[in-house]
């Protein structure tokens, strides 16, 4: 299936207390170039998240936006230091006994003592949120990627559409060529006949002339790969995929074809096509740019 390089997806997951969104976007670009924003604590998926899309474009310029929210942020758990609790009695009791006062230290006074008793925030499970994020990331690709599918099947017929346009433009060259060399014959001998007379006319003279002009407008062989390419390009459509650069290779082959033919002739008729040919091809072009 062709695929359009501009698209876009949205996802949300909410698991553990943890919630994302993500949001993709994408426009034309010859190469595939991810831009991510995130936040910082995000940022040591990275290198994991480009892998990750790769599975999904091939090209295109794509913006990712993601979200973050963890409800159990800011939660700590209350540590508790038995050894160096144990320690701080021991010295209150030995103070006591070396100044000959009254030991009154209680549990109270014990926790108030430095690190008895600490805040500690929870870590991170680096693999439970990879785990999430992933989730999300795949859910905002699924979507991204069937919007490009659409659009590239828009484009996809508006592209056959306009190689069936091209392909009666040069079955009309082909079958105009052979005319135009006829009349060039008529021509000359209506000249020679005009200047010598009916009776002197050299038949091997103008067959000459005619050969020699129908060597020189000859563009047989530029219809035929003409053809062989607009044969190609359909097939190369119906055959989907990353096939946007090969496109374009057969639509610049096409032009150099279409640009021989304009300048072999001299027909009016042909020439006029021959520009129509040329459009048509520009208006391919310019469509396959949007192309995967």
């Not at 794509?62 to 144990?86: C, F, P, Q, R």
């Not at 000459?208 to 000859?218: I, P, S």
């Not at 082959?253 to 129509?276: C, F, H, P, Q, Y």
Request: charged share 35%; with cysteine; net charge negative.
């Amino acid at each position: 299936m062709v695929k359009s390089m501009t698209g876009f997806g949205r996802y949300e997951v909410l698991e553990n207390d943890k919630k994302f969104i993500i949001e993709l976007k994408s426009v034309n670009h010859r190469y595939f170039d991810v831009n991510i924003r995130m936040p910082k604590k995000l940022n040591l998926f990275e290198s994991a998240i480009r892998s990750l899309l790769k599975e999904y474009a091939e090209r295109g310029k794509i913006d990712m936006y993601i979200t973050y929210e963890d409800a159990s942020e800011g939660v700590a758990s209350l540590k508790y230091n038995s050894e160096l609790a144990k320690e701080y009695l021991d010295y209150y009791r030995l103070m006591s006994n070396e100044l000959g006062i009254e030991n009154d230290a209680k549990a109270s006074i014990i926790a108030r003592s430095p690190e008895v008793l600490s805040m500690e925030e929870q870590t991170i499970d680096e693999d439970e949120l990879w785990k999430i994020l992933e989730k999300c990331i795949r859910g905002a690709a699924e979507k991204f990627v069937e919007a490009r599918k659409t659009e590239g099947e828009h484009l996809k017929a508006d592209l056959l559409s306009k190689l069936d346009n091209l392909d009666k433009l040069v079955d009309f060259v082909e079958k105009r060529s052979p005319i135009i060399i006829e009349e060039y014959k008529l021509k000359i001998e209506e000249k020679v006949k005009e200047l010598l007379g009916s009776n002197q006319i050299d038949d091997s003279r103008i067959a000459m002339e005619v050969t020699l002009f129908a060597d020189k407008v000859c563009v047989d062989e530029e219809i035929v790969r003409l053809k062989s390419h607009i044969k190609n390009m359909k097939a190369e459509l119906e055959k989907g995929g990353g096939v946007g650069r090969k496109l374009d290779f057969i639509a610049q082959e096409m032009n150099r074809e279409a640009n021989t033919t304009l300048s072999k002739t001299s027909d009016i008729e042909i020439s006029s096509v021959g520009i129509e040919m040329k459009t048509e091809i520009e208006k391919i072009r310019e469509q396959i740019q949007n192309i995967e």
